[in-house]
């Protein structure tokens, strides 16, 4: 019998979905189905990518926005994102996702080695409410251009897609004290992140 897919490591069950989809690209949709019920950490992976990658400028403020939507439906407590349609049918490169997967194997085994399904209340509601909360809070530094901070928090992105993933409320507790010091620290100390706050505020108003 196949062990369930939250059990097996992240990176094999992309490559096997990717190699059962061959062609230059695959579908959102098609990366989604094997861990339907672990949906919010696949597209949290998919939008820390493009923080380890040579992108153009201004990526992270697009990632970002698209962060704090995913925040927002888990704050709002729903189970499984709301993905529309024209976006599941929208395609990533191979060769992007293997460039990931080439680049990050340390970082990524890492994770998978520490992750795994502990304390598994913490990832369900009402506490997935909290990780929204927290995804939110993130979401926005992301966007803001500061300069430097992407691979930070592609790196915690990365870490609460794998929390997710893995049913690992450990981590997740571990990422919510680490988030807030980090929030508060950028909030208290970052006189860049005031300036692009008040500068997105009016561009917005």
């Given at each position: 019998?196949?062990?369930?897919?939250?059990?097996?490591?992240?990176?094999?069950?992309?490559?096997?979905?990717?190699?059962?989809?061959?062609?230059?690209?695959?579908?959102?949709?098609?990366?989604?189905?094997?861990?339907?019920?672990?949906?919010?950490?696949?597209?949290?992976?998919?939008?820390?990518?493009?923080?380890?990658?040579?992108?153009?400028?201004?990526?992270?403020?697009?990632?970002?926005?698209?962060?704090?939507?995913?925040?927002?439906?888990?704050?709002?407590?729903?189970?499984q994102p709301l993905v529309p349609?024209?976006?599941?049918?929208?395609?990533?490169?191979?060769?992007?996702?293997?460039?990931?997967?080439?680049?990050?194997?340390?970082?990524?085994?890492?994770?998978?080695?520490?992750?795994?399904?502990?304390?598994?209340?913490?990832?369900?509601?009402?506490?997935?409410?909290?990780?929204?909360?927290?995804?939110?809070?993130?979401?926005?530094?992301?966007?803001?251009?500061?300069?430097?901070?992407?691979?930070?928090?592609?790196?915690?992105?990365?870490?609460?897609?794998?929390?997710?993933?893995?049913?690992?409320?450990?981590?997740?507790?571990?990422?919510?004290?680490?988030?807030?010091?980090?929030?508060?620290?950028?909030?208290?100390?970052?006189?860049?992140?005031?300036?692009?706050?008040?500068?997105?505020?009016?561009?917005?108003?």
């Amino acid at each position: 019998m196949n062990e369930p897919a939250h059990h097996r490591p992240t990176t094999e069950v992309l490559s096997d979905t990717m190699a059962a989809n061959p062609g230059d690209c695959i579908s959102l949709d098609a990366l989604l189905q094997p861990l339907r019920n672990r949906a919010f950490g696949v597209l949290l992976l998919l939008l820390a990518i493009p923080n380890f990658l040579p992108v153009p400028i201004g990526i992270g403020g697009i990632m970002g926005v698209l962060v704090v939507g995913l925040g927002l439906e888990m704050l709002c407590g729903l189970e499984q994102p709301l993905v529309p349609r024209w976006l599941r049918r929208k395609t990533i490169r191979h060769a992007t996702l293997e460039r990931f997967l080439k680049r990050s194997t340390r970082l990524l085994g890492w994770l998978e080695r520490l992750c795994r399904p502990r304390m598994e209340r913490l990832t369900q509601r009402p506490w997935s409410m909290l990780s929204g909360l927290v995804l939110v809070l993130l979401g926005t530094l992301l966007a803001l251009p500061i300069p430097f901070t992407n691979y930070l928090f592609g790196i915690v992105l990365l870490a609460f897609a794998f929390a997710l993933l893995e049913r690992d409320g450990g981590l997740l507790l571990l990422l919510w004290i680490g988030s807030a010091v980090l929030v508060g620290t950028s909030i208290a100390y970052g006189g860049e992140i005031g300036n692009a706050l008040v500068d997105m505020f009016h561009r917005v108003f």
